[in-house]
Structure formats: C-alpha cells, structure tokens
C-alpha cells in the first residue's frame, strides 16, 4: 500500500518526503536482537488476506498443522483447547485441555484413522461439533482485554466428499471463514490451521461456528497473546481536526508524536483505522520516508520501526477529502503493544453534517417499501408495483424496473433485514404475504420461501441481533394490531415466540444498537388498529434479547418520540443516534401538505435525549431508511396520508 495512490498533488508530496525524510529509527533487519524481539518478528513478517495468518515456520514449504509446533515453544498462549477429547500431552510436553467448559453444545466424535500433514494424530481425531440448539455452536474463552491471534485446527474425519461439510466461523461476531469446506481445502483425514488476528475489548474471546451444510466442526483451538512484552505507548494527543480541506489538496500536515514511555523495546509493524464517517482512504500517514494511505482497515510497515525505551517517533498525519462529505477516523499503532488511539476528522469545504442531496429518482413509484442494502446495490420493493429495484451506490444510477425477479408475494408493508448477503422481507400486507419470510439472493438472482412467522402480520417491525432477527407486532387478519413477538433463526429457518410487546404497534419506526430492540412510536389500538390513517403514539419500547423483557416509556424514565405518529418506516442507527424519519397522521400536529411530516426526531440512548435534524427536502410516509457508510438513503414513500407513493430518493448526511 506503499505509494500506490492516486491525488493530483501526490507525486509531489511523495517526492518532497523521499528527498528529505529519512527513518526516525534503524529498521530492525540485519540488527543484533534479542530472542524475544526475534520471536515478536517471526509472527509480524507475515502475510496477510482477510487478516488470515500464514507462515512457514518449519520451513518445509507449506503453511499446516506442524507449523504451530514452533509456537509451543513461545509462553504468549493462554488456552490450547483439545475439542471433543480429554485433557492431551503431546510429545512436546505441551497440554491440551477438554473444552467442556468453554462451550455451548455437546456434540463430540472420535475417529481412529490416522491423519496426514501432522505428528499429532490423536488431537485431530477427536472433534467437537453442533449438536443442534436455539445458539450456534459458540466458545466463550476468559482473557484480558487486548489483541490475540487465534489458531483452529481442522480435519475431516467423517466427510471424504467436498460439500458435505460447510460452515461459517465468526471472532467477536465478526465473520473470518465463510463457507469453509475443510476437504475442499485440506482433503479427508488431513489437518489444516487457520490463524486469525483479532482484538477483545471485553474480558472474553467469542468464536461462533454458523452451518450451512451439515454441522460446523473443531478439532483443537489456541489462544495466543500478541502483545506479550510490557510495553507502554505514549501519544502526544488524543484528538485532531483539519477542519474544511479544499477538494484536490492536503490540508496542513499534522505530526503525532509516539513514544516508547516503558518497557521492552517498541516494534511498529503497522497502522490500523476504524472508519466512523467517509472512508478511511481520505487519511495519509508517514513514518520516516514511508508514506501511506488508509485504504482498508490495516496497513504494515515494509519493515517494522524500533523504539528504544524513553526514545520515540514523529508520525506525520495529512488528510485529502475526495467527495462532499464529513469523514472521521481511529487511528492505532499495531506492534508489541496495546496502542491508545487518536481520532481524526475533517471535510470537504462547504460539506457539512445534517444536510440532504437528491439522487437519481426511482425507475416506478413506489409507496409502504421494504429496503436493503447488500454490497454496493439498495434493493426496494414496495406498494404498487411488484418489481425488485436496484440502486447502484456507486454510479448513483437504478437498474431498469424489470431487470430483477419479482417477489413471491407481492404484498406491501414488509419488514426488511439483510442477513448473510441475502435480503429477507418479514410478514406484509395484501398478496398473502402476511407473515410470510420472502429471500431474496443477489447471487443466484432468485426469490425463495423460508418459514413462515408463527403469526400472519403485516406492517409489522424488526432488528436483527446476534444472528437473530426478532419480529414483533403488526396488523393480523386486516383489521386489528397484535402484540405478539418471536425470534427468526435464519441458520436452522425455524420460529420461536418471545414476551410479547407491551403495546401492540403497527407502522412504527424500529432498529437496534447491536445490544437492544427498539421501537418508536407507531399505531395501535385506541389510534389505528386497522390499516387506517391514524394519529397514532410516541411511546418507546425496549427489548433485552437476552432477559427476553421489555421497557418501555409508559413505565419508566425513557424519553417518548416528541412527535407521536406512525408511518415512519426504519429507524436508521448511525454515529450512536437513531434517526425517525417522516410519518402520517389524520389530524395531529407537527404535519405539512398532505398530513404528512418532515420532521427527522434523533434520539441518543446514552443520554436518553432527543434532538432535531435537518427536514426532509420532500415529506414522506412509509420509506425505509437505511444507513450505510456514512449516509442515510431514502428512497419511495408516499407524499400523502394514506395510500400514495413517489419515486423520490434523497440521500441524507447525518
């Protein structure tokens, strides 16, 4: 990632840095170190896809299971897990101890056929796999907080076919293998490690195992720490904006000071950065003369920087904004340490937050829509029309109205969430799609059918949480508003009733904040229980996946949607807030033209406050709001109470 980009100034400030910069400090290669520092070297100079580590530590060129003999020798470990067996030395003197009590299921199996690419035939024999459940298969491993790198032994001792075992594998609910095939890989009865990096910010490593075909399956785990040696890291600010940066230029640089303050010797192998709002390639950094850009999420250093002990570096930070819109980032240093952050901020000039644009308008107007986004495509589906549309987020362009299938059930008012790269649409109303699971797949192009909810609803609401989405509410049998609620499982495509909502609620706002389940406002009995125009509530309700209760604002402290309605589609989370778009009435307040509103409620559930955005350029009910990256999309609704509908799709920086 080193002076590949393209700025029109770049190639001069690339060779203003080589003229006159040189490294703050030696680089480690061909200098005198000690064996902790080796050791440290020896796991960092690797490379990396997807983080995925791969190393040829025994030099027999390949990467596999007698690699990881190597690290045995190494004290950073702090779990080696014999799956589905009893506690085992090795013949190194290593032990592996019974996973019992670090995971969720009880499935085990053991094979006595030997096993090719390793010495330690008896660990890959055994195996822990799902033996089915409401969870998937999940270990909850106790450690500190900080970056560890975790090692997953494979082999297959049942299967001899490719396809007859395929699964997922998810570190702290982020996925690292996807329809992982261990025979596709490895073969039959042959032992394969994948090595992952990853960083707990809690007291415990999470794996989850998701199948696709058949049951997901482990033979052994590690848990090692990467960030052994007891360094301290200094940063000379915690904070920093360039403020308005014209377009085509770097804004003033900034240099962070990083200093070794304690401990060993520091090693800076590299740069991390957590983009909050734009893109992280907006972001420049040098060390010495090595100039690089943030594309991604992790960059390295084409060799890593040393820090004596109360020595440090200046790391010289530009920001170059390439579109119109607000950006911020967190910036960490990877190496043998736990880093503190900085974060970055600054804009385009004249670009500014809380701030709509107009985008290319629908190909069909359509009004009551579902949405979602996979990839870089908003897919929409929505009332009067049963077409599946596309908005390409890159051209800004849609696809023509028919270039998609349409829908099994061409209803309206469905509850939408994407799970996996498939777009699923929950209950609806008309088309006999009340309480029907409608899949769409981009990749296969195709509309298929998965179990329906235990109840028939339509305008009902969703989140989907932890691997589950949870569907509550809506209208049933056309003319009346149920409180009932339930939880999807998309991997086993089965149902299983929750506690019920406190109030019924139909056309309201909901979202999650990854923890809870919130819903905003809607209609209900005593103000539209059918599908009627109705002035509808502002109360919150609240639900806790894991204690399966609710709260609500009737009952407790929490702040209600200041502007009681209904019709207000999703409620987009982003940046911490969520955002109530729009909605309807039949007389109430706070409405323009066509008792419709504008008005975008944001409430921070932190504070438990609300606050006003920017009105809507074009007033609307039953849109869909999605965030992603850094912006809202909105596009459809009807521009009157009541049946209507639009082809208008704005674009809103929150």
Do not use: C
Not at 136 to 148: C, E, H, I, S
Not at 244 to 251: A, T
Not at 555 to 583: C, D, H, M, W
Request: hydrophobic residues 40%; without cysteine.
């Amino acid at each position: 990632m080193k002076y590949t980009l393209a700025h029109p100034i770049l190639a001069l400030l690339v060779a203003t840095l080589t003229a006159s910069a040189s490294r703050a400090s030696a680089p480690l290669y061909g200098v005198e170190r000690k064996d902790s520092e080796l050791t440290f070297l020896a796991r960092q100079a690797i490379a990396l896809e997807a983080r995925e580590v791969r190393s040829d530590f025994n030099q027999d060129g390949k990467f596999d299971a007698a690699d990881l003999v190597r690290y045995a020798r190494f004290d950073s470990f702090v779990f080696r897990l014999n799956a589905g067996g009893p506690n085992f030395t090795d013949s190194d003197g290593i032990v592996w101890i019974d996973d019992t009590p670090y995971v969720n299921v009880a499935g085990t199996g053991n094979s006595p056929q030997p096993i090719a690419g390793t010495a330690l035939d008896t660990l890959y024999q055994s195996e822990r796999f799902d033996s089915g459940g409401a969870e998937p298969m999940t270990y909850r491993l106790p450690v500190g907080a900080g970056d560890y790198r975790v090692h997953l032994h494979f082999a297959e001792v049942f299967f001899t076919q490719p396809g007859e075992r395929v699964f997922d594998v998810l570190l702290e609910g982020v996925p690292v293998l996807r329809n992982f095939d261990i025979v596709t890989e490895a073969g039959a009865a042959t032992a394969i490690v994948k090595s992952f990096d990853m960083r707990t910010l809690d007291s415990e490593v999470t794996i989850r195992f998701e199948g696709r075909v058949g049951a997901p399956k482990v033979s052994a785990i590690e848990v090692e720490r990467i960030a052994p040696f007891n360094t301290t890291v200094t940063l000379s600010s915690a904070f920093h904006s360039w403020g308005n940066v014209p377009f085509g230029s770097f804004g003033e640089a900034y240099t962070l000071g990083v200093a070794n303050s304690g401990g060993e010797p520091m090693l800076i192998t590299g740069f991390r950065l957590s983009a909050q709002r734009g893109v992280n390639d907006a972001f420049y950094i040098t060390v010495g003369n090595e100039l690089i850009q943030g594309f991604g999420t992790e960059v390295f250093l084409p060799a890593p920087i040393r820090i004596a002990t109360g020595a440090g570096v200046p790391v010289t930070l530009y920001f170059a904004p390439t579109a119109g819109i607000p950006y911020e980032t967190i910036l960490e240093l990877t190496g043998n340490f736990v880093s503190p952050t900085v974060r970055l901020r600054g804009q385009e000039s004249g670009a500014f937050a809380n701030r709509w644009y107009g985008a290319a308008g629908m190909p069909v107007a359509l009004g009551e829509v579902a949405a979602g986004i996979i990839g870089n495509f908003m897919y929409v589906a929505g009332e009067t029309n049963s077409a599946t549309t596309r908005f390409d987020l890159t051209t800004g362009l849609w696809s023509p109205a028919n270039a998609l299938p349409e829908r099994p059930h061409a209803g309206n008012h469905h509850a939408s969430e994407v799970i996996d790269g498939k777009w699923y649409l929950f209950g609806g109303l008309a088309a006999q799609s009340e309480g029907k699971t409608q899949i769409f797949d981009p990749a296969s192009n195709f509309w298929s059918l998965g179990a329906s909810a235990p109840f028939a609803s339509g305008s009902g609401s969703t989140a989907y949480i932890d691997g589950f989405v949870y569907y509550s509410g809506g209208i049933v049998n056309g003319s009346s508003t149920t409180n009932q609620h339930a939880r999807y499982n998309p991997r086993t495509n089965s149902w299983e009733r929750k506690s019920p909502m406190p109030r019924g609620r139909n056309h309201a706002a909901s979202g999650t904040d990854g923890r809870f389940y919130y819903v905003f406002g809607g209609r209900g009995p005593g103000s539209g229980d059918a599908n009627v125009v109705a002035n509808g509530f502002g109360d919150v309700q609240i639900y806790d996946p894991f204690a399966d209760s609710w709260r609500t604002s009737m009952e407790s402290a929490i702040q209600p949607l200041p502007n009681g309605r209904g019709g207000t589609g999703k409620a987009a989370y982003a940046y911490g807030e969520f955002f109530v778009f729009g909605g309807e009435t039949a007389n109430g307040g706070g409405a323009v033209g066509g008792n419709v509103f504008n008005r975008v409620d944001v409430y921070n559930p932190v504070t438990n406050t609300w606050r006003l955005g920017a009105p809507m350029p074009t007033p609307r009910h039953g849109a869909f709001p999605i965030f992603h990256i850094d912006r809202i999309y909105v596009a459809g609704g009807g521009t009157n109470a009541g049946f209507s509908n639009s082809a208008v799709n704005d674009i809103y920086v929150p």
